[in-house]
């Protein structure tokens, strides 16, 4: 018994005619009599009442087809099954909450796993998290806060802080690090990003803004040239740090400040964790 012979039964079975049943799956009618006929004689009994011009299931046939449905069902299950498997190994989604990981990291995985095709994209909250993996919307996300659902599982990902981007010739270039509710009197620059550490830490920049004038810029070329003036500072993160370049003309300093530090974490379901672990296993540190 084979699976094309219950496709053609269960043609058959549909159209109540064997001319039109072959039309429809594009194949000779004499190919789909004969495949019929073979499965009947396989089972030791006959499945239609046959008339010149239409059939109709007996008994047998309508139990058959029962059984007929059910194997392709699960024929078709397998192959959905194994066509996932495919992609999963050939290609994962990854979701992160900032630009900061995303950048930093996707290169690194994407050379460490050089067999598989690493997609990545940016959602805007962290309201959704467990959606966003219980509805395979991403394979995996980098986030701040951890998801809280007992089929989805959580590692520490990397850790993040704001840092100073401090000129060379600057008064505080020699510090080992600096706490800004102490200092006065700073140029302060800062270049406008989004993301959920942005957000974080966003009462804090409202502050320095407050207290130092402090200017934010979102056109980038404008905030680099602005990097040549030997009194600026900005601000830069741990993981930006990767590959943003402020120019050797420039240390970079800690700052003592709470609430300046974040851990993305690596969340994935417990059941893609095959497919997903070996990103984290394999990752260039």
Not at 152 to 169: C, D, H, K, Q, W
Not at 249 to 265: C, H, N, Q, S, W
Request: proline share 5%.
């Amino acid at each position: 018994m084979e699976l094309t012979q219950l496709r053609y039964f269960r043609a058959a079975a549909e159209a109540n005619n064997f001319s039109e049943a072959a039309e429809k799956i594009h194949i000779s009618q004499p190919a789909l009599s004969l495949a019929v006929k073979k499965l009947e004689e396989e089972l030791g009994i006959p499945l239609f009442e046959r008339s010149k011009n239409k059939i109709n299931l007996n008994d047998a046939g309508r139990l058959a087809l029962t059984y007929a449905e059910a194997v392709l069902t699960k024929a078709d299950e397998m192959k959905s099954t194994f066509r996932q498997f495919v992609r999963r190994n050939d290609m994962l989604s990854l979701g992160f909450c900032d630009p900061g990981p995303m950048r930093f990291s996707v290169p690194r995985l994407q050379k460490a796993n050089p067999d598989i095709s690493i997609t990545s994209g940016l959602f805007d909250s962290e309201e959704n998290l467990e959606f966003l993996l219980l509805a395979h919307k991403y394979d995996a996300i980098v986030s701040l806060r951890r998801p809280e659902h007992e089929a989805i599982e959580t590692v520490p990902f990397a850790r993040e802080e704001l840092l100073l981007s401090v000129p060379v010739g600057h008064p505080l270039a020699s510090r080992k690090s600096v706490c800004l509710h102490h200092e006065r009197n700073l140029k302060l620059i800062n270049y406008s990003g989004d993301g959920a550490f942005v957000r974080q830490i966003k009462p804090f920049t409202e502050w320095l803004a407050g207290k130092f004038g402090m200017k934010t810029y979102d056109d980038y070329f404008v905030f680099r040239q602005l990097l040549n003036d030997n009194e600026l500072i900005c601000f830069t993160t741990k993981l930006v740090c990767n590959y943003r370049n402020d120019g050797d003309d420039r240390v970079i300093i800690p700052l003592e400040d709470e609430g300046l530090k974040a851990v993305y974490f690596f969340s994935y379901l417990k059941s893609n964790r095959k497919y997903v672990s070996p990103l984290l296993e394999r990752m260039e540190r």
